[in-house]
């Protein structure tokens, strides 16, 4: 407390900060003895949640890179400022009510409260020491602004995952809306039944990083948007055959598609919210292999059906593997996490075809990496859950569980996918209404660089000296 | 032999060359230029400023064709290539002496 | 220690290890209980330092990334080389004389001692217990490489800022050697004054993570040498009016602003210097809502000014609500982190204006992001701060705390820059009689890449096969 | 255990979960006083290597954005793949025999067991209290997963040096086998000789984190593929002169380059797998410095034997610093980094102009960074060494230890080159007469892009429209 | 009608289409082009050694005019182009035809 | 004066380029192309769907020549860009009129 100690980078000292935070038991010890066992829990699982929202935060960069790559040139800008403003309307959205809608007390169906982040909490309690209203979040010992920052991160995700549906045609504000109606609404009350304490949760679904609570819900979104939308200008030719339109840069696909691999390792490890040893890496571990085998058999599959080892495919595979490996990634058994991820590569590559099939127009094969590996995730804990994995609970099909979880599953993602695509369906007709969806078709072809932004991504450097 | 030379927009490419598919033209060569005319510059924006990009995207095509297929070449191009809007592009042509196909020695209208 | 544990790896048994470093204390408990509360501090506020401290490093490439994305392709490599190589020499500089100018003990206006880490220190020893030359560092309890670690690459920082204001038009070796001057003497003189328990320290003006101490320093740095170097050939045409000369890759820019958007939560929550629960998450919001508020709002201005969304706009935002927030990040309230961010938001986006007005060209907005939204945070510390905000201390104007803490802010932000500008201003002049600062005309059409570096950025490939 | 605990995040409690995997000593302490000390201790040093193992991974993106950007656009997509796929297929290798063989008990020249990572184990357990087949690392105290995990991206960062060796002219599904040898078979040998308990470890030759382990074996491996493939079409003019072929990327270098060097905090620091404060910090001190010594000498010398500051000189001074560093980080002092740092600059370039001059086609110029450094920083660690760093051991030639440990280093260094080159020849030339290793000369010249994956790395876009 | 041909540096491109829209020169057509001459390769580096990057960067500009043009086109490109230094490039022109206006079909100097 | 115009490989510029050096041809100007002609468009693969991507990149030479050089220039040419495989490329020449150097204003042959 000299001169030299009323710095700005002065701190109180800890041992008065957690008597402020913990009621004063820290204050029961002798100073010198540094903080409590229970104080030091706090804080490893606190470094350890931000951490890893660091690292699903990064994964904004990741879509936007993967998604930039895999369109065209004149329409890049557009697609990174989709990436960028996205995480920053979905952050506000959620702060004001997404978060409160998703966790505070309220019935089955919704939250009710929280608005702001406002209404009692004493986090970091947990269990029944816990009193205030975002009890289905009792069971992480971390401050508020850790949960909420940690739930907040997911919630841009899912927000994410449509814009690479919408690429190429949508108009800029018009998907802006719409992201705040899925931040601020439809992520948030889906993610009450099953993360929030509300009827799916209830009935036993599991559903642990998101597959279907981040993925399939993105999914379903940009399914929507899709339909209403219709394909790209010169994408299925008049004799109905598909005119691939490369995407402008392999370098930015390889790069987001690195990101996002290392941003699971927050999504998944993270979603323990606990600095617990045997869960993160067993986590850890069934996320990096599933996404390994997934890149295995969809780099084959593609190598295989087509003569060549389709990088597109390969990429896409890898976040196959990611995304089913989401929802039963701490209820699986290593061996059974390679299973689903090779399962997972091969439901990309048909899953892209068959969405080219059916004219419908996914510019990135979001549909196939989020939603048909969403569902697959989801329902592949009720056929490999084991109770000896670190997250527990019921055994899965294969395991001797029947078809009791699956079933929980099955209903969840049905469930889920039903008032998603029906809220997503209604909130884009509505924008379509009012906004307008769709730019210009010689704006389309002009690129939405120009006409959207007013900007070229790559403005042409010799031309202007 | 003539050489054709025809500015056109990017995105009318594909109709361009289906249009000649269908006409006995061998090929074509594609070069991308940055065009200036009558068509108004678009705006851009650029950190606060907005300013006018003068020069448009443009394909350039150049087709080797027999003299007696320059009057159909054109019009096939110009049909496929018009919208109608400041900025279509111009078609021009010049007489071509001779040509060597590389891979085999051909000349003349034998190298088309 | 058999054969097997004689491997590379071996490792001395911890407890040993903890008691040469913690004076024995260790010894007193039974080896198989672990390490003391104390030790388990040690190692968890060392965690969160280290790491934080790596994602402040992270910062280098999301500046080459945004300085080169907004300069022109012919210039690029120059401009990354810029941005490799000052991390470097600042580090050499910083650990020869930088830290111990900062932190040492001296007077009110130096500090004197600490060559290359040199000086008693028992850190990590806190408060009383510490007994040393760095005794402004004393109230964090980590290890002396881990205080200089972190410290180093916010010296770092500052450096790079003004790699972007003197962009495409200043000789490399020039720019090299003003960022000796900068790492090892300029920037550790306004740093001791407020962060090593100089007079602005004594003063009452409060910086968490360095609104003034990096980023305003930076741009004061940066805008002396535009000052001398002048705009770039054809930015400004003879009538007056600006030739915007657009950046080459939008790319690069998104992925730019999201490395140091990722970054800043190392650079403001790990200003905690402690795996403090309370302040780190605290600051994590405060740092991330101010950012997405200024998205938005540097976004909105843009488009209603403009016309369009001009993204580069929304990217230039997102830095200048990090930047604002840096200083007042720990003092504020959540509330106020949103409002502080929203006017960084319109700030920049009249700064730009402003300065291009002024013909004075900074390629890459550094002065509208870095100067005035480091001002603009640091006063803002004096209207808004509040006692009950983590950092605690004085309220500001908007609290009740009355003029006393603006006035402070007001001082120190009036002191550094009069001092930095003055300081950068002779060390330019100094570089241009000595060794030239400026490239030739011809040089500068023909980009920085051929005449200074030798290599191009993108080297043409069908041209040589 | 409401309803709402029973949602899919419900997390056992802690308690129990521990006393799980700590045979019940958590049951002794009352639950409301946490975790034990010790159990404590196990969550650190898992939050710290799992971090870094995350940081290490992270370098696979460095290594494929340095290596695309080093090499021609029209062979992009082609080595963008291959380092994307080799570290699936190393995981898959080295889960199935690899890390058995490198650190299961066995003789002194291999491990026997642990395939699939079967096989007794009781990590967290340490020392003598440790039971299973793994004791080579039982000096660390963390779940297997965690252990496991943090070789694995060790593994595949050796996979990834040979990549750049024999970019540009290689068959991509020959290299994918390769690499399934390298990373399940001839990595494991030679790192069980190091690291798993074997002979070399026994002989007291020491190897932080990996110089020759990793770096060298991995430069070995790529010198033989690169001997047997031949130059690239067009490196070496008829008159024996050199014709560089640029890369095609500056910026992807660039970010590569400060990819691998964040990844290298995860690489060095990590490798004390514990949160040891005194270590990780001294190490990643030495690290940087090394680093950034290494850049100042490589570009000095670049800048004085060229005329030019050549900027792929300075990226590849700061890998070999990074690389040179990496056996004695934790042996020697700050002082002696900075010496090696600067040494590992010089040899870089000396080594570029050498293998250039022997007509040893590198593109990237692996060799000259991860085995000619490799080397270096192998043999630095017997001249260097200091019992008084954090690492103890034995002293070095320069601090009185005698030849003895630079002997220890120099015999491992050859026995380790002399095993893994023969082993990689073999390899090769089996591959070679199997399947074919260079493509044809007509298709080395439209790229491999086009011949190997049937994709244009960048598409043109205007002419599709 | 000509189609004037000029090779120009690329950072002179501003001066010389300021100069044309002085004079009666509707629009022009760029293409980024690498020239290779009496001007000196400049050095580049690369990985430690020296090489002549022989080819420069260059424009072409492609101007169609009246015949009645062609001599005081040349000389405002000249004058504009110019510094006096090897490098600066070459104009040179050749007979067009016949031109056509895609949008309009206009013919001729009336296409121009 | 002529212009020769080279359709060739992209790999095939430096064997061009050694070849005109040894005659008298002071220069010569490229650009990247993309041509479409007998050679087959080579198939590409993208998200599991095989297509043919019609145009192969090419460079286009022009070399401003005497009169008397066009028959030697694109017999070398001829010899140094000659695979035998489809794809080649052409060599036509159209003749120029006059031909300035912007550097010094010489005319003709002068500023060739
Ligand atoms: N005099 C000219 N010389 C060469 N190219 C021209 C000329 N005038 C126009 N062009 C080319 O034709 C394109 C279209 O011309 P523009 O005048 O904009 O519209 P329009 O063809 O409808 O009259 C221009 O972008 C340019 O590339
Ligand atoms: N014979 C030629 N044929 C075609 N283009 C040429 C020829 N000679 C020169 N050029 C073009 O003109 C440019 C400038 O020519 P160069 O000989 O370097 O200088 P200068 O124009 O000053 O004589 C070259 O870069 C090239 O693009
Ligand atoms: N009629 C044409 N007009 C202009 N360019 C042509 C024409 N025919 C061919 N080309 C150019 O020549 C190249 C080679 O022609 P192609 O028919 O594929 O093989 P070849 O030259 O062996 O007959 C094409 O890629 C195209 O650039």
Redesign the interface.
């Known amino acids: 407390m000299t001169t030299k100690m009323s710095g700005a980078r002065r701190w109180f000292p800890l041992a008065i900060l957690l008597t402020l935070m913990f009621n004063g038991t820290a204050f029961a010890q002798a100073p010198s003895e540094g903080p409590s066992p229970a104080d030091l829990k706090v804080m490893l699982d606190t470094l350890w949640v931000m951490m890893t929202a660091f690292l699903v935060f990064w994964m904004n960069a990741g879509f936007g890179c993967v998604e930039s790559g895999l369109c065209r040139a004149k329409n890049a800008t557009n697609i990174l400022a989709k990436n960028f403003i996205v995480f920053a309307f979905s952050a506000i959205a959620y702060w004001i009510i997404g978060f409160g809608i998703m966790f505070a007390e309220g019935n089955s169906f919704l939250g009710m409260g929280g608005l702001l982040l406002s209404g009692a909490d004493n986090s970091p309690a947990t269990g029944d020491a816990y009193q205030g209203i975002f009890t289905s979040l009792n069971w992480t010992g971390v401050p508020l602004l850790a949960k909420f920052f940690f739930q907040l991160v997911f919630a841009g995700t899912a927000a994410t995952i449509v814009s690479g549906c919408v690429a190429e045609r949508i108009h800029y504000k018009s998907f802006i809306i719409f992201t705040l109606v899925l931040a601020g609404l439809s992520y948030p009350i889906t993610g009450h039944w099953i993360w929030g304490g509300g009827w799916l949760a209830a009935m036993g679904m599991r559903d642990f990083a998101g597959s279907t609570v981040v993925h399939a819900v993105g999914g379903w979104s940009g399914l929507a948007g899709i339909l209403i939308l219709g394909p790209r200008i010169g994408k299925y030719r008049k004799d109905g055959s598909v005119q691939p339109i490369p995407g402008h840069s392999m370098a930015l696909v390889f790069l987001g598609g690195l990101i996002l691999w290392l941003g699971w390792f927050g999504f998944n490890p993270g979603s323990t919210m606990a600095a617990d040893p045997r869960a993160i890496t067993h986590v850890a571990m069934t996320t990096n292999l599933a996404c390994c085998m997934a890149i295995l058999s969809s780099t084959l599959m593609a190598w295989i059906m087509l003569g060549k080892p389709d990088f597109s495919m390969t990429v896409n595979g890898a976040l196959a593997g990611l995304v089913a490996i989401t929802a039963p990634c701490a209820f699986v058994s290593v061996t059974s996490s390679a299973i689903i991820g090779l399962i997972a590569g091969v439901i990309v590559v048909f899953a892209v075809l068959f969405f080219d099939k059916r004219k419908i127009d996914d510019p990135v094969g979001a549909l196939s990496v989020h939603l048909a590996n969403g569902i697959w995730g989801t329902l592949a804990v009720g056929l490999f859950a084991t109770a000896d994995a670190p997250g527990g609970g019921a055994n899965g099909l294969f395991n001797g569980g029947g078809f009791a979880s699956l079933q929980a599953q099955a209903i969840g993602t049905l469930a889920v996918g039903a008032f998603t695509f029906a809220l997503a369906l209604t909130a884009w007709t509505i924008i379509k209404l009012v906004l307008g969806l769709r730019v210009d078709p010689e704006d389309e072809e002009r690129g939405l660089d120009l006409s959207e932004m007013g900007m070229e991504a790559y403005p042409h450097d010799p031309v202007r000296g | 032999?003539?050489?054709l030379e025809?500015?056109?927009?990017?995105?009318?490419?594909?109709e361009v060359?289906d249009a000649l598919d269908k006409m006995d033209v061998?090929?074509?060569?594609?070069?991308?230029?940055?065009?200036?005319?009558?068509q108004k510059g678009?705006?851009?924006?650029?950190?606060?400023?907005?300013?006018k990009?003068?020069?448009q995207?443009?394909?350039?095509l150049e087709i080797?064709v027999r003299d007696n297929q320059v009057a159909e070449t054109?019009k096939a191009?110009?049909d496929a290539?018009?919208?109608?809007?400041?900025?279509?592009?111009?078609?021009?042509?010049?007489?071509?002496?001779?040509?060597?196909?590389?891979?085999t020695?051909d000349r003349g209208e034998q190298?088309l």
Chains 1, 3, 4 share one sequence.
């Open positions: 032999m003539k050489k025809c500015i056109i927009r990017p995105h009318k490419l594909e060359r061998h090929g074509m060569t594609v070069t991308e230029v940055r065009g200036f005319g009558r678009h705006t851009e924006h650029y950190r606060g400023v907005e300013y990009a003068e020069f995207p443009k394909l350039k080797l054109m191009v110009q290539a018009k919208t109608g809007k400041f900025g279509d592009g111009k078609i021009f042509f010049t007489d071509v002496q001779d040509v060597l196909r590389i891979r020695g190298a």
